[in-house]
């Protein structure tokens, strides 16, 4: 919601529950007999962890690819203080640069980096609103790894100039599901499709998610 395809209110939102909830009242409308894995990239890694602790009944599993959980380009205190003064004080629709600038931090690959420089969908800035809820969002999903009961694979780029490679392992190992998965590329960058051979990245996801859905079928 406010980005990418989403032309109305771009880098605007309501709050944080609004991400939840498009996710969750899409989950709704699947067959109660299917598989559901939730895959998320990057923020999207925020947003599936938020998902699978607030309706883990909905979800059989998460995939993290190289998530934001823990993000090296995260808001500081003083950047958080300020966002909140903004708010307090009504500018909520005012707009900030969103921290993410560079292509080379996404990719080593530079026909992937101009892809990234010239993507029209790229959000660029958003409001103090929709930074607000980000950080809420985050605060959300991270607080207590103990709440999340489904199985979880985290994919990590060793040479990730966005991921706290270190923290997101942390949080995977203190999550409530003995079920859990850890794989890192150590010379890749931050998106793993954009790397020169991602097949292994394919395969090794798709491998995971073969494994999850046959363990299902042999529970019913």
Not at 31 to 60: E, F, Q, T
Not at 84 to 102: D, F, H, K, Q, Y
Not at 165 to 179: C, S
């Amino acid at each position: 919601r406010g980005s990418g395809l989403n032309s109305l209110a771009r880098g605007d939102v309501k709050d944080w529950q609004t991400w939840v909830t498009d996710v969750e009242s899409y989950l709704e409308t699947l067959p109660s007999d299917r598989y559901r894995i939730l895959l998320g990239s990057g923020w999207g890694g925020i947003l599936a962890v938020a998902v699978a602790r607030h309706r883990p009944a909905y979800l059989h599993g998460i995939g993290l690819l190289c998530p934001s959980l823990f993000s090296k380009r995260a808001p500081n205190a003083l950047q958080r203080t300020a966002l909140r003064l903004a708010s307090m004080v009504g500018l909520n629709n005012m707009r900030v640069s969103i921290p993410l600038t560079g292509p080379a931090r996404f990719t080593d690959s530079p026909s992937a980096q101009r892809y990234v420089a010239q993507d029209t969908l790229a959000l660029r800035k958003m409001t103090v609103r929709m930074a607000r809820a980000n950080l809420q969002l985050t605060r959300f999903a991270t607080e207590d790894p103990r709440q999340i009961l489904i199985p979880v694979l985290l994919m990590m780029a060793g040479n990730d100039q966005i991921t706290d490679n270190a923290r997101a392992r942390q949080f995977v190992e203190k999550i409530g599901h003995e079920d859990n998965r850890v794989i890192e590329y150590p010379d890749a960058s931050h998106t793993l499709e954009f790397e020169s051979d991602p097949s292994g990245y394919f395969e090794d996801l798709a491998s995971w998610c073969r494994d999850m859905a046959s363990r299902g079928n042999q529970t019913r």
